[in-house]
DNA sequence: TCCTTTCACTGCACTGAGTGCCATCGACCT
DNA sequence: AGGTCGATGGCACTCAGTGCAGTGAAAGGA
């Protein structure tokens, strides 16, 4: 019946769009009464957001597994992949609701108390690795809303690509951009070549950002 | 009247709480019609943050008037002082806010939808100036995100402190923190000390963090 | 087989947010 | 005075969401 309900609603909303659909119409389509609907879906909204709320689960499960030894930035971008893997299961509904949301000021809303609770559940994970660390708290916020900004980034532009590009790819440099801001790079690559070693020289005063645009060409 | 209406509501929003007070109660307390209500804020949750909407246009105004010449990291760190300021300007009713939005769950949504668009600002005025460099929209993305992070994390902690520390020092340090991972620092030194160049040596393959935390301390 | 319990589903009535429409009233202009 | 315009108020309506009670079918126990 949940299943029925979103197909009917999807119906729905993409003939004729999210407002101008109600939930009568939604329940008339699928066959059941209006009362239903309010029984698997707490609101309008969440019926565009049938699988969030497992997917969250799952993500938290799967920090709270982590082992004590395991670089806690590496393990949220993995945990960050896992909500790729929700959208790319389904990768026709995932385009449909990203043209639907973008359109949609209230369901843009709900999107984003979603990805609030995801960057919430990295952040207290990071919380508890950090959290003696100077600033632990204070980084382990700012590094959760990187890493979901860089997974996000990568999310839309591949859904922008109606699916065709490869999600991964995009999802893993994305990533790796943001690990590298917060003091690690995905894999140090340890060349065999007689040129090791890297000099760098900059003039004191030199904005730091300048100098560092070089470091990373040259690494 | 905006002004009669926002009292009116959080009167009655802290005495008997959010939810529990309808928009009749609201313009009944005020005087006014109903209709007025919806005249100044299109939905019930506008009220809760009547000077949002000025803010965002403030900061908008100050990221367009930017030099181009001007460090694009710490241009937004700059505008995202901004809402600290507005917070500031009236700590108790920010304080006030605060503890309601906490609690009721629709705030908060409400809050993120806001925050959202702040941090769009930041993000479009990235991706002007990095737009050319590789991945420069997804350094703009993440780097605003980062951004955002940090301020509101120093602005909670001054908000959790119920306006008693120093607002303008905990934001210094935590946007200080958001720009030292991406590239600047926020004064550069200009010594007059004759060893006006620095170098640094490091094998290939040195991790990119070991590095940088040499840098850091060098400049 | 019959009775009971349980649970998913339905219908109904209600609250409250938000909107469209029109009447009103006062300020200001000519 | 007469007219115009903008702000306001009142009214009726739609629609999301909730509480409550009723129904029926499946499960279980004597």
Chains 1, 2 share one sequence.
Not at 40 to 69: G, I, N, Q, W
Not at 177 to 191: L, T
Request: one cysteine or more; glycine letters at 6%; a neutral charge.
């Amino acid at each position: 019946m949940r299943d029925a309900l979103v197909a009917a609603a999807f119906r729905l909303f993409l003939e004729r769009g999210y407002e101008q659909t109600t939930v009568d119409d939604i329940v008339a389509l699928a066959g059941v009464g209006r009362r239903s609907f309010f029984r698997y879906f707490p609101s309008k909204e969440d019926v565009v957001f049938p699988d969030h709320e497992r997917c969250l689960t799952d993500m938290k499960a799967f920090l709270a597994r982590s082992p004590e030894d395991a670089d806690p930035v590496r393990r949220v971008c993995d945990a960050a992949r896992l909500v790729l893997g929700m959208y790319a299961e389904n990768p026709a509904f995932s385009v449909q609701r990203y043209h639907l949301t973008k359109k949609v000021p209230g369901l843009r809303a709900y999107e984003l108390s979603v990805v609030w609770r995801y960057e919430r559940a990295l952040a207290e994970y990071l919380r508890g690795r950090l959290g003696g660390r100077p600033d632990g708290i204070l980084r382990a916020d700012v590094i959760a809303a990187a890493v979901v900004a860089a997974h996000n980034n990568a999310l839309r532009s591949w859904l922008r690509s109606d699916g065709r590009d490869d999600a991964g790819a995009a999802v893993d440099h994305a990533l790796a951009y943001a690990q590298s801001a917060f003091g690690d790079v995905p894999a140090a690559p340890r060349g065999e070549s007689p040129e090791d070693v890297v000099v760098v020289a900059a003039r004191r005063g030199t904005p730091l950002w300048q100098v560092l645009r070089e470091i990373e060409s040259a690494f």
